[in-house]
């Protein structure tokens, strides 16, 4: 959600703490459908950060041409 809508097309990203550059399962990415949901599937029991950034054109300031909105959180998948 963004202004309390649906962000449609947001690129998620997640990521292991494990996760090196040759080490593809350990980064998971996809992309929200029209109502914003996106699905990740996490491959590896351990703490995740899950993120995303929505980039706007700055309207406010002539100082910068884009304002960029971060969200993120962290999670540990568990093994029973």
Do not use: C
Request: hydrophobic letters at 40%; proline letters at 4%; zero cysteines.
């Amino acid at each position: 959600m963004f202004q309390g809508k649906p962000l449609v097309n947001a690129l998620i990203a997640a990521t292991y703490k494990g996760y090196t550059e040759n080490a593809d399962t350990y980064y998971q990415s996809a992309r929200a459908d029209g109502e914003g949901v996106v699905t990740i599937r996490l491959t590896h029991a351990g703490p995740w950060l899950i993120r995303t950034v929505h980039m706007l054109p700055s309207k406010d300031t002539k100082d910068a041409d884009w304002e960029s909105w971060w969200a993120s959180m962290t999670l540990e998948v568990r093994t029973e």
